[in-house]
């Protein structure tokens, strides 16, 4: 007898952190729908100041508008030496829209002249879980690094190959999906988010 997977829709596009997410939920008896499977469900404004909140509007949008239990993340890179930009603009730090090779470039150019001392950057993750009954759950991670000018590895997307972690002496696309999991800031806050979000599955399901 075949046992019904648990439905949830991850508020994303993005088909680098559909991967990431379904490669982590391996163990689970989970199907994991990204938002392309979702048409009606239109470009949701992330009008929040932090990471927290822009993930929490996004799940309970997405739970409310499909009728899953919707997760949702929002993440992305804090330099310091840049006053913690991009922030909550990461994704679109070059232009709305823009590819990750566009932000990429802003990032070097405004980079460069800094000093070493000044590169200094973290990656951060909030994850929202939200059913469409209204319970909603968020938690956090973050990863310590700094930005190096020369991009190196293939593996990942975003920032990754500017992305130093200095205790692996290698950049987040230079490492395996194993270690990169272990250790991100999106592998993190999905470990904390994953009693809550099994809890609210098995709501929804009951």
Known sequence: MTTERA???????????????????????????????FPEVGEIEETGATFRDN???KAVTV????????LADDS?????????????RSARYAREGASDAE?????????????????????????????????????EGSVEGRIVIDPRGTEGFGYDPYFLVPDHARTMAELTAAEKDRISHRG??????????LRL????KS
């Open 7 to 37: 439905r949830l829709v991850f508020a994303t596009r993005n088909p680098g952190k559909v991967r990431e997410l379904e490669r982590m939920l391996a163990g689970e008896s989970i199907e994991v729908a990204g938002l392309d499977r």
């Open 188 to 197: 993190q806050a999905l470990r904390r988010t994953l009693p809550h979000l």
């Open 63 to 70: 739970a409310n508008l499909t009728g899953w239990v919707a």
């Open 103 to 139: 932000n990429n470039q802003r990032l070097i150019t405004e980079v460069t002249p800094l000093a070493p001392a000044q590169r200094t950057a973290r990656y951060r993750c909030a994850i929202a879980v939200a059913a469409p009954h209204g319970e909603t759950a968020v938690e």
């Open 201 to 204: 599955l098995a709501i929804t």
């Open 76 to 88: 992305g890179l804090e330099v310091d030496g840049l006053g913690g930009r991009p922030g909550v």
């Open 55 to 57: 993930a929490l509007l």
